[in-house]
Nanobody, 127 residues
Framework: QVQLDESGGGLVQAGGSLTLTCAAS????????MAWFRQRPGEEREFVAA????????QYGDYVKGRFTITRDHNKTTVYLQMNSLKSEDTAVYYC????????????????????WGQGTQVTVSS
């Protein structure tokens, strides 16, 4: 059974930092891309960041570029999201996701392309 476990969320003041972790188990995702999405209160789920299998290719949503960094560990089954300079508008539930089908030539940014999801971790940024 595939399981994605997110951790690292919490309450932080604006301008602060948090690091989210997502550990995959139940299947070898060593060559799959992994991504982070978030869902802010009352809004649709939106793309945050994605990494290819070895971290050599990454993509970010415009609203987090320059502030968030996605990385993967050497075993390729854990993905991290380093979040710096947090803003109140970053408050959301953050989800880790993995696609079933993927291309080595592009990273998907729409939630429909991902079928494995974690339970989410809450990030609250106080202003």
């Amino acid at each position: 059974q595939v399981q994605l476990d997110e951790s690292g969320g919490g309450l932080v003041q604006a301008g602060g930092s948090l690091t989210l972790t997502c550990a995959a188990s139940g299947r070898h995702f060593g060559y799959h891309p992994m991504a982070w999405f978030r869902q802010r209160p009352g809004e649709e789920r939106e793309f945050v960041a994605a990494s290819n299998w070895n971290g050599a290719a990454t993509q970010y949503g415009d609203y987090v570029k320059g502030r968030f960094t996605i990385t993967r560990d050497h075993n390729k089954t854990t993905v991290y999201l380093q979040m710096n300079s947090l803003k109140s508008e970053d408050t959301a539930v953050y989800y880790c996701a993995v696609p079933e089908r993927f291309s080595y030539l592009r990273l998907e940014t729409t939630s429909e392309q991902y079928i494995y999801w974690g339970q989410g971790t809450q990030v609250t940024v106080s202003s």
